[in-house]
């Protein structure tokens, strides 16, 4: 089996096709249908991501053996060009719980659905959604609606800080629920961020996974 220059050893067949350069770009990535199980893919077609931690609490729980106590962390990734990543993790170290974030999150990243926010900006703007999008997690839900160009985001701070990420740089949001809750509130924004790109499936994306298929 063959390796990168970072000893990268690709175990699924999407990383096999990335080494082999068979697909070259995060997109193809994703269109192929694939699941995404190696950060490792991701390092190579989007390198120099920013990660964003948004949250770190301490969590205990009594075991047998006593109190154990663990961090729990929420990081959202993102190239600030379209694509964006969420996920929480713990450990029992704060540095150890970033980290496993961080690499979950490159595991959960998506290609945002960008546009232009008003019929007054340029066509083929790419500054806000293409669409209105709503996402929820627990109590919280979030909308996220389309806004032109020039607004800014109109979005508490964990929320711009994911939309930020994503590349969306205009936009309009609404939050209802226990919106102190920052892993809610940021789950909820990806959601919805994760929402409008699965509303349509391209038809060259469709070709390209039956191609994969075959």
């Given at each position: 089996?063959?390796?990168?220059n ?35 893919i ?23 053996s ?101 590349g ?7 939050s ?18 994760k ?19 075959e």
């Amino acid at each position: 089996m063959s390796r990168d220059n970072n000893g990268w050893e690709p175990r699924t067949r999407l990383g096999r096709m990335v080494q082999n350069g068979d697909v070259t770009s995060m997109d193809h990535a994703l269109e192929t249908g694939l699941p995404l199980k190696e950060p490792q893919i991701v390092d190579q077609l989007l390198p120099g991501l920013d990660d964003e931690v948004l949250d770190i609490n301490m969590v205990q729980r009594m075991t047998d053996s006593g109190r154990r106590v663990k961090f729990r962390c929420v990081v959202a990734v993102g190239n600030r060009d379209g694509y964006l990543g969420y996920a929480e993790a713990r450990d029992d170290q704060v540095g150890g719980a970033i980290q496993k974030a961080i690499e979950v999150a490159k595991l959960n990243i998506i290609k945002v659905d960008r546009g232009s926010g008003s019929w007054e900006d340029r066509a083929g703007g790419l500054n806000s959604l293409s669409r209105k999008a709503e996402g929820k997690a627990g109590s919280v839900t979030v909308k996220v609606i389309p806004a032109p160009q020039g607004l800014g985001l109109a979005a508490a701070e964990t929320v711009r800080n994911i939309l930020e990420l994503a590349g969306v740089q205009d936009a309009w949001t609404k939050s209802d629920g226990n919106t102190r809750t920052t892993v809610n509130l940021a789950k909820a924004t990806y959601n919805a961020l994760k929402n409008a790109s699965q509303s349509r499936t391209p038809r060259r994306a469709r070709e390209i996974r039956q191609e994969v298929r075959e």
